[in-house]
């Protein structure tokens, strides 16, 4: 009953204090992130460490999506799973490990593969979503749904010694609002030609650079979840912990990091374009609605699996 | 016009295997194309596949004319579509960037 | 005996095949990484995700240093403990995380803090050495226990939302050699007065901060160990997975990455000096030698906690 | 003289909560010293100490006259050792960083 008091248990003081003596986070922080909802799709290389790393801070519901699982061939690089569980799906290996770390979150298996179908009723149990799949199909998919359902989508792959992250639809706003972050198809409009595209398993890929993808995934989730709104509400002023007024988030610009593991500079920070006024899904002409994806209607592999006639220089 | 541009063009995501496996080329192309309109990215973009790419599979790189989808042109660490896409005008030393974007997870 | 015909057994042919199908990794590489004995001081934020990445690469011996015990103010970023495991030894805990991912690494545990008369003799059973340490006095240690049994070390920090990265000693030389990669001393000749150094403890630190600078430290560990010689032998013969030959490596200039989780851009690789002339432990006119080490005689508490005096501007 | 050299000064590792906890700074700085000579970086350091710095704790940021041990000193991302230290002569537009070493983990 003494409890009542404070906004937070006493182990919760203690697990997440490292945190919240950071101005950037503090207590108002962390109740945002025990209130917050992530939806990680895909549990592999960018999924275990993304996974471990939002367990680890406190986020209050993680949903873990993926149908695969567990094979020898992925513990190189999938740190969340282990030898025991090959053979079991990856999210409930997953969330095994996840529990060990930290019970006090709320852990949703979702075992199965994303489908239009599917997407939009399940992104919109939460607050963000994080793409950490291997393929172009899902990743046009995820945004979509991310883009009917008004969610932020952190977004990010690798491949060999590489790795890409783009924070998308952020801030998330209305198809047709041009103060919306771009999605998926405002930078890719066109899907690659299915011929220029590698997985991990024919590409090969290093552990270490996904799970630096990864790990910074997490890392963006965690700043969108605890950006500062203005101050309201009795909860802020028992924020005993902001002595110093955090610097001013600098705006929000679309950009993509870029990391290559064996060039130098490894990471090159790039301005990307803002949402295209002709985007497919984002845009005021959408042809793209929450009516055709549920539906079933948008065939996504078909779209990217086509190969384009080839008209070369 | 025989004046030439000097331009640091790198490969990236995969794109470097068509161009020798090396990603960094400090390359220098004609200021001017040949209607004499000052050289633009999209010049540059045939001209590499004329002069630089070596693996016969261009349209890894170029489709109908233009870079294929899935590569991302950067011109001085920005989308080439703040800048104008195809039309931006080489400056010496412009930094470009074509990088293949990746999939894998 | 048929496996006999095989360097690497068919499990880890599975296990490793997503790395060594890459030119960077190969057969060649995945064997070095199997002869390799890697040394991790510090098994909290920074050694809990490299080590994660190490074992599931391969290294065939991985040696976890550390006098500590799990805390739950640990978990949000050590993802390598566990709730149930708050109480253990850090190195215990580390070894049964490990070893669920993969057994078929050699762990060494040294439960203890490392010491000036310990560190020549522990520094010399392993191939290179990872700093996971949280104090200007272990940095210095463990610099001058590398330059003196000759191991390139791959030192990393974070604190708040920033991070650090250098990889020293690298190519590890005899003091006096110019070409050997310059030391913790050559960069910082003086610790810094002891007033301005925060621990992760009393200044904070987000999780996966720390996590994206332990996961850098695996990739440069397995980037030093896989760097190709010059091909002998019948091993290379067998390389199969080498189709095309890899890029030629860049010349290692001695560079620091800086990480800030809240600037644009976020990464920044910076150039340092090379070797000093003068330095304390890796120049010609070095004062510090294996001798004065092991002895005891230098007292690296005092030389980082003496409270200059200070004479401002 | 009175011309000034505009330079982009950034504080890092936690020298920014010295400097109203900005990290990066737009600065123009008198292209010479008292004594007419170029303006180098150590000259900037003692700017710095007059003009920018808000916390009464300068013996966080400099001692004995210069840049307190801890502190590593970038121009143009590269170590100020390798560009002459305090002696290097600020160029416009240089870019000079100010970075205190981390030692958590
Ligand atoms: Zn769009
Ligand atoms: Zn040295």
Known sequence: VRQQRWPLA????????RQMIMPEIGLHGQLRLKNAKVLIVGVGGLGCPAAAYLAGAGVGTLGLMDGDTVEVSNLHRQVAHSTARVGRLKVDSAVEYLRALNDSVNYRAHPSHLSPEKAIPIFEQYDLVLDCTDHPTSRYLI??????????????????????LIVLNSPPRLP??????????CVFPKPPPAESVLSCGEGGI?????????V?????????????PVPTGPGWSMDFTATKPSPPAEPTRPTMLMFSAYSTPQFRSVRLRSRRADCAVC????????QSLTSGSLDYVAFCGVTTPLNTL | MSSTIPLAVEFTGGLELLFSNQRKHQISVPSSDSKGAPSNVGYLVKWLCENLIKD?????????????PGILVLINDADWEL????????????EIVFVSTLHGG
Chains 1, 3 share one sequence.
């Open chain 2, 83 to 94: 800048e104008g896409e195809d039309k931006y005008e080489l400056q010496a030393n412009d």
């Open chain 1, 176 to 185: 047709g609002d041009v103060n919306g972050g771009p999605c998926y198809r």
């Open chain 1, 283 to 290: 845009s005021a002409q959408a042809s793209i609605t929450r």
């Open chain 1, 206 to 214: 290093l552990g270490p650079v996904v799970g630096v993808m990864g």
């Open chain 1, 216 to 228: 910074l995934q997490a890392l963006e989730a965690i700043k969108l979840l605890t950006a500062k």
């Open chain 2, 56 to 68: 016969p599979r261009k349209e890894m790189f170029v489709l109908d004319h233009s870079v294929r």
């Open chain 1, 10 to 17: 006493s182990e919760e003081y203690k697990r997440y204090g």
């Open chain 1, 143 to 164: 945004s979509d749904a991310c883009v009917l359902t008004g969610k932020p989508l952190v977004s990010a792959s690798a491949l060999k010694t590489e790795g890409q």
